[in-house]
C-alpha cells in the first residue's frame, strides 16, 4: 500500500504548484466557501494573518481555491489573500551551492546543506523504494536516497541564537539553496522564508513565518501541482 501511495504522489507531482497566501480582508476574516460563488455553502472563516497554502487559481475566475485544514479544500475570492511573494522581498547577503545567509534589521537566518549520508540514518524501504528516514516520512525524494540534507537551520535575533526545534526542517531534503525567498510583511512585522524544493519528481512546498526571530507557524507538503 505504501509503494502505491509513494507511486500516486510521484505521479500527481508533475501536475501541481502550490504558493501560499496571508489572509487580508476589511473584515477582518475570510470566508472559504464550497463553490466560486457568494451564494455557495461557508465551510470556514479564517481570520486575517493566517497562512494558507493556494492550492490553484482558478482559469478565468476572481476565486482562489485554498487549503484551509489538511485535505480540507475550499474558494476564496482572490483580492482576500495576498501571496507571500509579494510582500516587500529580501536578497540574500550571502549565496553558495550549499548555504544561504539572510541579514534584515535584527534577524540573520543561516541555512547549510550537506551530501546526504545513509550512514547516518535509519532507511525504511517497501521493495526498493524508501519511504521513511529515521522513522519519519519524507519530502524531497521519490523513493531513492536523497542527494543531501540540512546541516543547520538557524536564526540569531539581535544576535542572541534562537532554538529552531529539529522538526521544522528535518524531514525535508533534496534543499536547493537558491529557491529560498524571503519576504517582510510590515503590517504584521513578520517575515516569510519560503520556497519549492525538488529532486525532479518529488515537488514539495515549505513556509516558515517568522516573529520576533521565533518560527509562529510552519508548513511543508507535497506540491500537487507542479
Same mark, same amino acid.
Given at each position: 500500500m505504501?509503494?502505491i501511495?509513494?507511486?500516486?504522489?510521484?505521479f500527481?507531482?508533475?501536475?501541481?504548484?502550490?504558493?501560499?497566501g496571508i489572509?487580508?480582508?476589511?473584515?477582518?476574516?475570510?470566508?472559504?466557501?464550497?463553490?466560486?460563488n457568494?451564494?455557495?455553502?461557508?465551510?470556514?472563516?479564517?481570520?486575517?494573518?493566517t497562512?494558507?497554502?493556494?492550492?490553484?487559481?482558478?482559469?478565468?475566475?476572481q476565486?482562489?481555491?485554498?487549503e484551509?485544514?489538511?485535505?480540507?479544500?475550499?474558494y476564496?475570492?482572490?483580492?482576500?489573500?495576498?501571496?507571500?511573494?509579494?510582500?516587500?522581498?529580501?536578497?540574500?547577503? /550571502?549565496?553558495?551551492n550549499?548555504? $544561504?545567509?539572510?541579514?534584515i534589521?535584527?534577524?540573520?537566518?543561516? &541555512?547549510e @546543506?550537506k *551530501? %546526504?549520508?545513509?550512514?547516518?540514518?535509519?532507511?525504511t524501504?517497501?521493495?526498493?523504494?524508501?519511504y521513511?528516514?529515521?522513522?519519519?516520512?519524507?519530502?524531497g525524494?521519490?523513493?531513492?536516497?536523497?542527494?543531501?540534507?540540512?546541516?543547520?537551520?538557524?536564526?540569531?535575533? /539581535?544576535?542572541?541564537?534562537?532554538? $529552531?526545534?529539529?522538526?521544522?526542517?528535518?524531514?525535508?531534503?533534496? &534543499?536547493? @539553496?537558491? *529557491? %529560498?525567498?524571503?519576504?517582510y510583511?510590515?503590517?504584521?512585522?513578520?517575515?516569510?522564508?519560503?520556497?519549492?524544493f525538488s529532486?525532479?519528481?518529488?515537488?514539495?512546498?515549505?513556509?516558515?513565518?517568522?516573529?520576533?526571530?521565533?518560527?509562529i507557524?510552519?508548513?511543508?507538503?507535497?506540491n500537487?501541482?507542479?
Amino acid at each position: 500500500m505504501r509503494k502505491i501511495l509513494l507511486l500516486l504522489i510521484v505521479f500527481h507531482s508533475y501536475f501541481v504548484h502550490a504558493q501560499f497566501g496571508i489572509v487580508q480582508d476589511k473584515d477582518g476574516f475570510v470566508n472559504v466557501r464550497e463553490e466560486e460563488n457568494t451564494t455557495s455553502k461557508i465551510l470556514q472563516k479564517i481570520n486575517n494573518g493566517t497562512v494558507l497554502a493556494i492550492d490553484q487559481e482558478v482559469d478565468n475566475s476572481q476565486w482562489v481555491l485554498v487549503e484551509y485544514e489538511p485535505e480540507a479544500n475550499g474558494y476564496v475570492f482572490h483580492d482576500r489573500i495576498k501571496k507571500v511573494e509579494d510582500f516587500q522581498s529580501i536578497d540574500a547577503a /550571502k549565496l553558495t551551492n550549499n548555504s $544561504v545567509n539572510f541579514e534584515i534589521n535584527d534577524l540573520k537566518i543561516l &541555512i547549510e @546543506t550537506k *551530501k %546526504f549520508d545513509k550512514k547516518n540514518h535509519i532507511i525504511t524501504k517497501e521493495g526498493n523504494l524508501i519511504y521513511a528516514i529515521d522513522g519519519e516520512e519524507i519530502l524531497g525524494t521519490d523513493g531513492i536516497l536523497p542527494q543531501n540534507e540540512y546541516q543547520s537551520f538557524k536564526i540569531y535575533y /539581535k544576535d542572541n541564537l534562537v532554538k $529552531v526545534p529539529d522538526n521544522f526542517y528535518k524531514k525535508l531534503y533534496n &534543499i536547493e @539553496t537558491k *529557491k %529560498f525567498r524571503l519576504t517582510y510583511n510590515k503590517d504584521s512585522n513578520q517575515y516569510y522564508l519560503f520556497g519549492t524544493f525538488s529532486d525532479g519528481a518529488a515537488t514539495y512546498d515549505a513556509i516558515w513565518v517568522i516573529q520576533e526571530g521565533r518560527i509562529i507557524k510552519h508548513i511543508a507538503q507535497i506540491n500537487f501541482y507542479a
